[in-house]
């Protein structure tokens, strides 16, 4: 880390925050595995590749930003005042560790990284991480209300969409989810924020406090996640409805909706659960910056635009660092959720 | 075909006394894009079916004899519909909505490929037990219980492994039995089998229709046999009747119908069936089915027909040919 010193690397790592991560994981998914009747070796095994996999991914996510801002800040000359001499330069880049040849930078880092060190907020003076970890539940009761409206009323939309392709109702819900896909958020939030808390006054403009206030933001992102949900899970659907054993269904004298519930949706799925993830880390990471920044909602996204005004780096690196876990994460446990779903993912 | 062989050939018929399933003038349309008039694929189509009896279906790809089975099922594919004609079922005319709720607990279907129509994501077990649960109320065990019973009465060695193992573990043959066992689940008095040996392997065809005419003959249940194989007709069926372009063009019982063939189609397709024991070359029919979709006025196969006259430029109706239930649709027959 450029900005913390060498000696809080060292009582960092004495104090030694353990690195607990593959754990959990692992446990899920051979809990997963147990639970659905097909405990074995190459499940567990997989998990773990794909763990591993993930650490690589945030590893090589870190080291860029590494390398980018070595490459392009100079942050001794920006911290002093103008006209500062060399000597007082040199001196703060030696106090700061700036001195030291790139790959011993790049170790400092990378060992910085592992015990989860990012050095202090420059703004609150509290550790770096410490300041995002405390954003993260509201921004995830942000994205999780989001993510219920775009399941219970996205989803069954496509549903009813794909079946009677071409049918009004189709072309309804086709025509409400790509607008509400293709609507800009800066848009759709102020659009929202006119008429339901301006107007009629349901709700309250911007802010946070209670639950209340995050129903335009979520309704807000929603719009965004629930859009492409919808297509797919009609895309989906459709595919399905095609298929063979559907055909069969029929011919049990099953009835459609239990042919929907029973039969097609856990083949559907898959697509489905895929793109929802994909969303939802897209959300925290990206669509919840600007819906925050609309909404005055106090979570990581305004965070990021907040440290990145501030170059507040050592928070803009825990800020990175953390978007790239959680998108390892939700992967990680997508690919769990669709191995229970399709246990023949592997021999395909 | 077998006569030759063994010298037993085809089941004498049944007893007529109950019919199951009657289907008068069935004309079955496909809708065509805008503008352009539906098309008919399935014209003028009348067969019956008693309880016990099996009927085989022949014909070529095309000819619309899966289209005819799936309208008396009320499966039809989006975009087909039946435009004419009437369904009886034990002596009533049914609409689609009271087909859908013989399909399943009165008439089961055993389709072409079994690997393709079982779900892939869901367990034998559960997709048998669903049939009884919805027809018969079943609870889960009794459900249970019986699934087994199934798969034991489809020769499946050890039922119980294979009702907890998903459709991918399945070989095809067993794909295959699994889902007589589900045609069988809800204990209907018809089954419609399409093609349910054409994507088999040659000896495990042999046991799923030994087994097909083993339930059929125990269980008293009629059967229909779509098939474009003459062997398998000859094999099961009391009755046959031979389809060309989306029209009955033949019809009697199969052993009169194989020994004196009325219709030259009904003699082409006899004389192109290959035959292990008859070293000679098969012959074929010279030329290629048309369309079922194609509206001739004329009789269909006259442009493939050795017989063919003036007289064949109008179409033949079905008569009978030297027995009164032996019928043919040939002007030359007779």
């Known amino acids: ?348 | 075909m077998d006569e030759t062989q063994s010298g037993e050939f085809a089941p004498t018929s049944v007893p007529r006394t109950e019919v199951l399933l009657q289907v008068d003038h069935l004309e079955v349309s496909f809708e065509q894009p805008a503008g352009r008039p539906a098309v008919r694929g399935v014209k003028d189509v009348s067969f019956s079916i008693a309880a016990g009896e099996t009927l085989g279906l022949v014909g070529e790809s095309g000819c619309g004899k899966t289209m005819s089975a799936l309208a008396v099922m009320g499966l039809l594919p989006a975009g087909a519909a039946v435009t004419g004609g009437a369904i009886m079922w034990r002596g009533t005319a049914v609409d689609a909505r009271q087909i859908r709720r013989l399909r399943g607990r009165s008439i089961a279907m055993i389709p072409q490929d079994a690997m393709t129509a079982l779900n892939p994501l869901l367990s034998v077990q559960r997709q048998l037990t669903e049939v009884m649960k919805i027809h018969h109320g079943m609870g889960r065990a009794a459900a249970r219980a019986r699934a087994i019973e199934l798969l034991e009465l489809v020769r499946i060695d050890e039922p119980r492994r294979v009702a907890v193992q998903h459709p991918w573990q399945l070989s095809g043959g067993m794909a295959q039995r699994v889902v007589i066992a589900m045609a069988l689940a809800a204990e209907p008095d018809l089954l419609v089998a399409d093609e349910p040996t054409t994507a088999l392997d040659v000896t495990v065809q042999s046991e799923i229709l030994a087994l097909l005419q083993m339930l059929q003959a125990d269980l008293g249940l009629s059967l229909i046999m779509i098939t474009h194989d003459l062997g398998v007709v000859a094999h099961l069926a009391h009755r046959t009747a031979v389809m060309y372009a989306g029209r009955i063009v033949e019809t009697g019982p199969t052993k009169r119908l194989f020994h004196e063939p009325a219709h030259p189609y009904t003699r082409g397709l006899i004389a192109s069936t290959p035959h292990p024991f008859r070293v000679e070359a098969t012959k074929g029919i010279p030329g290629q089915a048309p369309l079922a979709l194609l509206d001739d006025p004329a009789c269909s196969f006259r442009s493939r027909c050795e017989k063919r006259t003036e007289v064949c430029e109008t179409r033949p109706e079905l008569k009978s040919y030297r027995h009164i239930d032996h019928e043919a649709a040939c002007h030359h027959a007779g």
């Open chain 1, 1 to 348: 880390m450029f900005v913390s010193t060498r000696n809080e690397t060292i009582l960092n790592a004495e104090s030694g925050p353990t690195q607990s991560a593959p754990t959990p994981g692992a446990r899920r998914s051979a809990a997963a595995a147990r639970a659905s009747g097909w405990v074995d070796l190459s499940t567990v095994r997989w998990a773990l590749g794909r763990i591993v996999f993930g650490f690589a991914a945030v590893i090589i996510v870190m080291s860029a930003v590494f390398f980018v801002t070595r490459s392009t800040s100079d942050p001794a000359r920006k911290m002093l005042p103008l006209g500062s001499s060399q000597e007082q330069i040199d001196a703060l880049n030696a106090r700061l560790g700036l001195d030291d040849p790139l790959w011993m930078q790049y170790e400092h880092f990378l060992s910085d990284m592992f015990h989860l060190d990012f050095g202090r907020s420059i703004w609150e003076g509290r550790p770096a991480l410490e300041v995002v970890v405390d954003r993260l539940p509201v921004t995830f009761t942000l994205v999780g209300l989001a993510l219920l409206i775009s399941i219970v009323v996205f989803v069954p939309l496509g549903v009813i969409a794909s079946l009677r392709p071409g049918s009004l109702t189709d072309r309804l819900v086709t025509a409400l989810s790509l607008a509400g896909l293709s609507a800009p958020q800066f848009w759709l939030g102020a659009m929202l924020v006119l008429v339901f808390a301006v107007e009629l006054d349901w709700f309250p403009t911007s802010g946070s406090g209670s639950m209340i206030y995050a129903v335009l933001p979520a309704v807000t992102l929603a719009f965004t996640m629930g859009g492409r949900l919808a297509q797919v899970t009609r895309t989906s659907f459709l595919d399905q409805a095609g298929s063979p054993y559907v055909t069969m269904a029929r011919a049990k004298g099953l009835s459609t909706f239990y042919i929907l519930r029973r039969h097609v949706l856990r083949n559907a799925l898959l697509p489905i659960l895929t793109i929802a993830s994909w969303d939802t880390a897209r959300a925290i990471t990206g669509h919840a910056v600007v819906v925050e920044v609309v909404f005055a909602w106090p979570g990581f996204g305004r965070l990021v635009i907040e440290s990145v005004q501030r170059q507040d780096f050592p928070v803009i690196q825990a800020c990175v660092f953390i978007g790239a876990v959680l998108i390892v994460v939700i992967n990680v446990v997508t690919d769990v959720l669709n191995r229970i779903i399709e246990p023949r993912m592997e021999s395909r």
